[in-house]
Every structure is written in structure tokens, then in C-alpha cells.
């Protein structure tokens, strides 16, 4: 079974500040790991995923994460945070186990982001 | 804009209500996920549709079912409405199975129905 954790439900930042949003994932199988950002009263749209390859993914609105898989984790950043990425995050996972999951995502409680001026 | 519709965007009705809740996946892609967000559940993948039939289930209720037409469109019926069931019901829709392509997990998601149960 695949979960994920997301470290601390509110985070506070001044504009301008370093963004961290902390993702752990337990997997049994090699995860495919995602960062998908809701606005209000909208849907989903996804920032970054991993799957094979660089560890290090680079997203939208620039923001990055870091797949470590000795800590089972999945954190995303940005240098400099801007107003406009208030909004409330999501880490997901997913496999493909050879016919059981079919990509669904586990997601994690989401983290809500808020930016002071 | 995501490509995926859903309708209606807001719907309000009463305990022991029946509704049906309708999405229209992206141009091309044949998958079809339904999630449920909750405040106290947070998002939950509840069902998913490829190319007509039901392929992975999740923690669905069985008051609530979902089809996907030949179209490709989906629909997800909710009876024997309750308070709990009030909620975000989100679609999203990929190209395909996940598979070694990494674009196959990609899902994109509609902008939700919200149901409110009185």
C-alpha cells in the first residue's frame, strides 16, 4: 500500500522567502511522485512530477523537488516566494504494479501556503 | 484550462436525493479518475475508467456507481444522498494505463463539481 505524509498543514512565509513544503512517501515499489497546486474554488494543476531519470525535477512557477529515495522523500522548494503561490499543495504517488493500480493517485493531506507581504 | 469539463459546478440537494455528477475527458485520452475531497477525508481516489471499462477501485461507497460512455465521457451517480457525501467530486483524465511512459501517469483534473447535501 502507498501513502503520503505531508509535513505541517500551514506554512508562513514572507514574500521574497524561501518555500518548503516537506513530502514523505512510503511505496513498495518504485513511487511516481507528484506536486499539484490548488487555488481556490479551482482544480488541480500539476507543478512537477517524478518518474525515472534526474532526481532533481524542476516545475512550474518555478518551483523544484529533490526525489531522495534513502529518505523517502519528496520536498519541494522555491528560492523566492511570490503572492500569487498562496494556494494549497498536494504530494501524490503512484506505480504501476503490472496491472493493479493504473496510475490512481495517493494523495497527501495538502499543505496550505500562505505569503505575507 | 485543464481540458477536462465537468458539470454541473455546484450542485445542492437534500438527504436521500439521487444525482449524477458528468465529465468529458481531454481530447484523446481514454482514462477517467474520480476523486472525492472532503475536509475530513482529504482527496481520495474513488474509481477509474479505460476506454469503457472500469479498471481500479477505491474507496467508493456502494450507494455511489460511475460508467463511461462510448464517447469517453463519465458520469458518477451518487444516491442515498447524506450529509457526509457533501464534497468536491473531482475528474481528471490520462492518455492511457500507466505503462513505462511517464506521460501515461499524467492526469489531468477538471475544476470539480461541489455537492451540498442539506
Known amino acids: 500500500a502507498q501513502s503520503v505524509t505531508q509535513l505541517g498543514s500551514h506554512v508562513s512565509v514572507s514574500e521574497g522567502a524561501l518555500v518548503l513544503l516537506r513530502c514523505n512517501y512510503s511505496?513498495?515499489?518504485?513511487?511516481?511522485l507528484f506536486w499539484y497546486v490548488q487555488y481556490p474554488n479551482q482544480g488541480l494543476q500539476l507543478l512537477l512530477k517524478?518518474?525515472?531519470?534526474?532526481?532533481l525535477v524542476k516545475g512550474i512557477n518555478g518551483f523544484e523537488a529533490e526525489f531522495k529515495k534513502s529518505e523517502t522523500s519528496f520536498h519541494l522548494t522555491k528560492p523566492s516566494a511570490h503572492m500569487s503561490d498562496a494556494a494549497e499543495y498536494f504530494c501524490a504517488v503512484s506505480y504501476n504494479a503490472g496491472g493493479t493500480s493504473y496510475g490512481k493517485l495517493t494523495f497527501g493531506q495538502g499543505t496550505i501556503l500562505t505569503v505575507h507581504p | 484550462d485543464s481540458g477536462v469539463t465537468q458539470t454541473p459546478k455546484h450542485l445542492i440537494t437534500a438527504t436521500g436525493q439521487r444525482v449524477t455528477l458528468r465529465c468529458s475527458p481531454r481530447s484523446g485520452d481514454l482514462s477517467v479518475y474520480w476523486y472525492q475531497q472532503s475536509l475530513d477525508q482529504g482527496l481520495q481516489f474513488l474509481i477509474q475508467?479505460?476506454?469503457?471499462?472500469?479498471?481500479a477501485k477505491g474507496n467508493i461507497l456502494e450507494r455511489f456507481s460511475a460508467q463511461q460512455f462510448p464517447d469517453l465521457h463519465s458520469e458518477l451517480n451518487l444516491s442515498s444522498l447524506e450529509l457526509g457525501d457533501s464534497a468536491l467530486y473531482f475528474c481528471?483524465?490520462?492518455?492511457?494505463?500507466?505503462?513505462?511512459?511517464?506521460?501515461?501517469?499524467?492526469?489531468?483534473f477538471g475544476p470539480g463539481t461541489r455537492l451540498t447535501v442539506l
Open positions: 511505496s513498495s515499489v518504485p513511487p511516481y
Open positions: 517524478y518518474t525515472t531519470g534526474a532526481t
Open positions: 481528471a483524465s490520462s492518455v492511457g494505463l500507466a505503462g513505462a511512459s511517464s506521460s501515461y501517469n499524467e492526469q489531468f
Open positions: 475508467y479505460y476506454n469503457g471499462e472500469e479498471r
